[in-house]
């Protein structure tokens, strides 16, 4: 009977995590359980410390309820964004609040051996600075590219193991504290139906623009991974007859016209070529630094810069006006990294679906800039974490070898 009564209070704390606020009736009626028994458990939750009064509801004729919402400090999710350069790092609370300053560390994946290991090590460090107890610590979730098996807990791209471990056996028991994996643009989509502009819709593509163009996918309101996981490899359809090699190894692929390693490249040598523009110190080394400043310029006004995110955007539009064919969705949302350039994506975007979409089929479809920007990835890194919360004492007692209630 205690072992359930916890099941169940960590349900009440991860639909109270998602939705924010909710009176004993909607938590009664989200986890199916009787008012009464939603009673008794939210007052333990309240007598415990983790779950306050937080005021009414709005009115709607009548009575208005009591809501409840999760104490900040109750519990900590560790964060962790990847791509194939740089790493973010950060311990967020139950509002989804930065307990200190997001750590960015510069992790190369491809020929480096020693990530998984370098990490691990970044984690343990960045946790041990912030003084916050392990034992407080509800997980790790862990953004990466490249092709994740989520069961497995493996990455076919990156961070391969010798031993054929899985990268979460690994960091488990490293760090001491379980840990969940999924795909970047997976998480980045997980962000946008949970907390962004995809919550409470039910057909959502959200294209992660980056150094390479992902894909999330919701359908019938719930994350689509595909048969095992795969799905949403948009940076890989063939658009282009240009001859230009991929990372994934074959050729015109919307990457290669389109990513913002892409963009950066044809920027330098636009400068070079005598392009008048605000654009300085451009380089592939420094690739992070120069796409941002690329679509700060872009934002800015400046033309050579627009004229880069537009060519990259009629591409993306391209392949998007596919999607829509193919999937009929009520929106269109632009997240990850490139989203920073904001607005400046939205015209040739626009103007390629309209050029290459069956006017009845793409009517209905809405295309936005992301509010929830560069930073997705954490937020949907904790919000996979919280995801599994029902799940988490098992996992939890394995990782440690302890029996720890939460």
């Not at 150094?211 to 994350?223: A, P, S, V």
């Not at 658009?239 to 190894?249: A, E, Q, R, V």
Request: glycine letters at 8%; proline letters at 3%.
């Amino acid at each position: 009977m205690l072992l359930k009564n916890n099941r169940y209070k960590r349900q009440i704390q991860k639909h109270l995590y998602f939705e924010k606020e909710l009176s004993c009736a909607d938590l009664s009626l989200l986890t199916d359980k009787s008012l009464p028994l939603t009673t008794r458990v939210l007052n333990e939750l309240i007598e415990e410390g983790s779950v306050v009064e937080s005021g009414y509801a709005s009115s709607t004729g009548g009575r208005r309820p009591l809501v409840y919402s999760l104490k900040a400090d109750m519990l900590y999710v560790v964060s962790v964004a990847m791509d194939q350069l740089v790493t973010r790092i950060a311990i967020l609370d139950m509002q989804n609040n930065y307990v200190l300053e997001p750590l960015r560390i510069e992790l190369p994946l491809s020929n480096n051996p020693n990530a998984l290991a370098q990490l691990t090590q970044h984690i343990n460090s960045y946790i041990l600075s912030s003084g916050i107890s392990k034992q407080a610590i509800a997980g790790i979730g862990i953004g990466m590219p490249g092709f994740i098996d989520v069961t497995k807990g493996i990455n076919h791209s990156f961070l391969k193991t010798e031993s054929g471990s899985s990268i979460v056996s690994i960091v488990e028991a490293a760090v001491g504290v379980p840990v969940f994996i999924d795909n970047d643009s997976s998480l980045i989509a997980l962000a946008e139906l949970k907390f962004g502009a995809a919550h409470n819709k039910q057909t959502v593509m959200v294209v992660n623009v980056g150094w390479g163009i992902g894909l999330g996918m919701i359908m019938k309101g719930e994350l689509f991974r595909g048969n095992n996981g795969f799905a949403g490899e948009f940076s890989h359809i063939p658009l282009f007859t240009n001859n230009k090699m991929c990372s994934c190894g074959k050729s015109g692929c919307l990457e290669t016209e389109s990513s913002l390693f892409i963009v950066t490249e044809k920027a330098i040598q636009g400068l070079k070529e005598g392009k008048v523009s605000m654009l300085r110190n451009l380089t592939l080394e420094n690739a992070e630094d120069s796409s941002r400043a690329i679509m700060d310029a872009a934002v800015k006004g400046d033309k050579y810069a627009i004229e880069l995110l537009s060519e990259s955007g009629y591409n993306i539009g391209r392949g998007i006006a596919i999607l829509i064919h193919l999937l009929n969705p009520e929106l269109i949302i632009l997240s990850g990294r490139g989203s920073v350039g904001g607005k400046v994506w939205l015209a040739p975007i626009q103007q390629a679906i309209n050029e290459h979409c069956i006017p009845k089929i793409a009517e209905n479809t809405e295309l936005e800039i992301s509010s929830l920007g560069f930073q997705a990835e954490l937020i949907g890194a904790a919000a996979l974490v919280m995801d599994h919360f029902d799940s988490l004492e098992r996992r939890k007692t394995k990782s440690t070898g302890n029996e720890v209630e939460l």
